[in-house]
């Protein structure tokens, strides 16, 4: 993602390694992704039945075709296309269809080597690695030809020409990647960076995707197919659905990977999927909530596996920059406005956690429970928000657009956010727009909205969760226009500190400073996501 590409997010994980899958969230696009698994081999002929054991201690055998659901199709397979319009592609193509150097998840935030041998940091500015050897998919014009270093280093700079957005790692951080033999990778960064291996910079499932030169500018063959060295291969789809990864029989890795492929059927409605996971014509499903979870369980039995965890993904309400809400007393007054416990209770049935500027899965770094400032964000007092909102001199005659994306989370999740800002006399236009093409591309990409809601990507690291709030200007464009030099400092001063311990109160400190700035992107909660899969 970019320094500012947020848009919803596949969601309710048992964890990133077990499912990324399917989701009625804002961005609705199913398996962003399987990021342990991959694929690309046979004709998709035959059985697709995976094959199956007797019991969780009994072993697994090898092959068959893990059906996922699909969402939304894709509109394109285009991971160049400016801005947003590149999201749910890259990162469904960069977790299955690409290899990367490395990765850091999450759970352990220890950096876990890929293509990369090993990786040094000889300053804080610079980092060198060195590559095991690998061959892209057989398909023309790459033919399957080895892979070398200078295709990591030109995908690296291709990535770097199309990030318009905000803040981000390839346009501001990132000075040059170059080849400096076969093997090895020279990046050198424009100042220091301390999250640079993480998902959000360097290691970024999108921008450090490792795609040959020959396609980066090819957009007929991009717009429809990939190439990458990746352990699956893109095998056929159509038009954008029902896409069918197949596995890739030279992958670095032997052995790998254990399954033939991975299919992912569109499944647009919720209820459909539900009972395509019931006929075992998908073998994951990511619920709808609790009660959905509950109800498979008791239909299903100990046939099924059922998960729960806390996000890392997080439903926000954002505020162009622009009047009325440049008057920080007015987003004050709306935050007051907002009750996140019935929120929560109405969105996701009481499954979830309020949340502050960085997201309560990042325990590190997130706000504890008990600091004030955050307490104080949490805060619902319409009568407090009532004087604010006077004292401002709020333009109550006028009617805020309020867009959002037609999903079922995000339909209703506007209609109790405008009944709450109704209840302090502000009056909000529901504006329902297509997800992919219209909200996403052009309402939050372009920040055409005055008001929108929406739940951002699971996030790997607390860094985008900030980078948010930096301000527009130069090259730089947020989404809200926000612009605050006290917000920039401490943003900033988190980012380039080295030392973890440090960072991490460098981090909370500036999450202090956004709450009391009333920054104009008003986080709401995260929630508690159920998932479900066949025991086979």
Known sequence: MNGNAGAGAPRRRITRRKFLGASAGALGVAGLALAGCGGGGDDGGGDTTPATTGGPTETPRMGGVLKVRLGAPFPSFNPFLPGLASLAQGLFLGFTVYDHLW?????????????????????????????????????????????????????YMRFSETIPTGFSWPQHVLESAEATDAETIVIKQKLPWAWVFTSSNAGSPIWSSIIPPEIHYDDNFLNKDAIGSGRWILDGHDNGANVRLRKFDKWRVSGEPYLDGVDFPLIVEDVAALAAFSAQDVDMIAFANRLDAEQAQRDLGDRITVGSDLARSYTTLMLKYQPPFTDERVRHGINLALDRDELIQAIRLGDGVKCGPVPPAHKLYALGEDDPDLQEFFKHDPAEAKKLLDAAEFPYDQEIEYKFAATPDATQLAQVVIQQLSEVGIKAKPISQDLLTVWLAQTLGQGNFQMTSFTHLPYEDPDLPMRFYLSSGGDRRSFMDYRDDEVDAAVLAAAQEMGEERRIELCKEAQRVVIRKWAPMLNLYSAIEYTGRWNY
């Open 103 to 155: 990765y850091v998840p999450t759970d352990t935030g220890v950096r876990e080597l890929f293509l990369a041998t090993s990786v040094e940091q000889p300053d804080a500015q610079t980092v060198i690695a060195k590559i095991s050897s690998a061959v892209f998919h057989d398909k023309p014009p790459v033919s399957g030809r080895a892979l070398t270093s200078e295709d990591v280093a030109k995908s």
